[in-house]
């Protein structure tokens, strides 16, 4: 979230309730709800789960990325056609 904000040239306070929130959400320190994340994707200008998706390719080892993304679309796929 941390980087995308700074792409978005936003300061902190204009993603959430005070901008003591949401360093500790860049810092790991706290876990937004599905609410809170909602309100920040909108006001980055992405989709929900984008954010979400992008918070566990930062984790993921390096080299991973292409392979997660590959899961989910498949897993996408094929929840979508039954």
């Known amino acids: ?3 995308l904000r700074q792409q978005r040239q936003l300061p902190q306070e204009g993603l959430g ?3 003591s929130y949401i360093s500790a959400i860049e ?3 706290w876990k937004p709800s599905l609410e809170k994340i909602e309100q920040i994707a909108e006001i980055l200008s992405v989709h929900p789960a984008s954010l ?3 918070a566990y390719l930062r984790q993921a080892p ?3 990325a ?3 993304l590959s899961c989910i679309q498949t897993e996408i796929q094929e929840l979508r056609s039954t």
Do not use: N, T, V, W
Request: proline share 6%; hydrophobic share 35%; net charge neutral.
């Open 66 to 68: 292409d392979q997660i």
């Open 52 to 54: 979400l998706i992008l």
């Open 17 to 19: 309730p005070s901008q």
């Open 62 to 64: 390096a080299g991973e």
């Open 1 to 3: 979230m941390k980087e």
């Open 27 to 29: 810092r790991g320190k």
